[in-house]
T-cell receptor, first 113, second 109 residues
């Protein structure tokens, strides 16, 4: 069964460093998403991406964040200068079309020290 | 911004009991999704609902899309120990999904 994959599973970085989180969405899906979940809290929407453009973003997704689809399979989230409060699980998700079933990857745990 | 209120926040039930949880919002959604999340893992899609009034089942799970499009509920019948976890609703509209606050389910054997 097709699935969303994410790498790395755990990333530790120092405050101020740049990190890139990687995702491979389900191959025939067209819409891609990033979410964040701080430990013990709900899943928070960050950004949606379609046709090589951002479709929607939340107030969390400020200038420190960017997304890219560098090739036909990968979808990345970059945080330019990490802060302590960026420590969280980051989930990638994909869906075939908007307003449809959305499938999540296993997540990347980001720890900023 | 849009918010989804999910209740109850947590519940303990005996194995074999039925469970009911719901999500309400002040906003209208086009689609409702229900997920289960185990510790340290990504949410797993359980049920998707696309039309107001729709009632859909997946094994022991049944979910409904409210007529007003502002709410949804999930029922789990005859709970078993592996039903333990956090259940999230998510409503979609215009390229994003908003998640509920979650219901933590604990099943006592």
């Amino acid at each position: 069964e097709p699935e969303v994959t994410q790498t790395p599973s755990h990333q530790v970085t120092q405050m101020g460093q740049e990190v890139i989180l990687r995702c491979v969405p389900i191959s025939n899906h067209l819409y891609f998403y990033w979410y964040r979940q701080i430990l013990g809290q709900k899943v928070e929407f960050l950004v949606s991406f379609y046709n090589n453009e951002i479709s929607e973003k939340s107030e969390i997704f400020d200038d420190q964040f960017s997304v890219e689809r560098p090739d036909g399979s990968n979808f990345t989230l970059k945080i330019r200068s990490t802060k302590l409060e960026d420590s969280a699980m980051y989930f990638c998700a994909s869906s075939l079309v908007t307003d449809y079933e959305q499938y999540f990857g296993p997540g990347t745990r980001l720890t900023v020290t | 911004g849009q918010q989804l209120n999910q209740s109850p926040q947590s519940m303990f039930i005996q194995e074999g009991e039925d469970v009911s949880m719901n999500c309400t919002s002040s906003s209208i959604f086009n689609t409702w999704l229900w997920y289960k999340q185990d510790p340290g893992e990504g949410p797993v899609l359980l049920i998707a609902l696309y039309k107001a009034g729709e009632l859909t089942s997946n094994g022991r799970l049944t979910a409904q899309f409210g007529i007003t499009r502002k709410d949804s509920f999930l029922n789990i019948s005859a709970s078993i120990p592996s039903d333990v976890g956090i259940y999230f609703c998510a409503g979609s509209g215009t390229y994003k999904y908003i998640f509920g606050t979650g219901t933590r389910l604990k099943v006592l054997a």
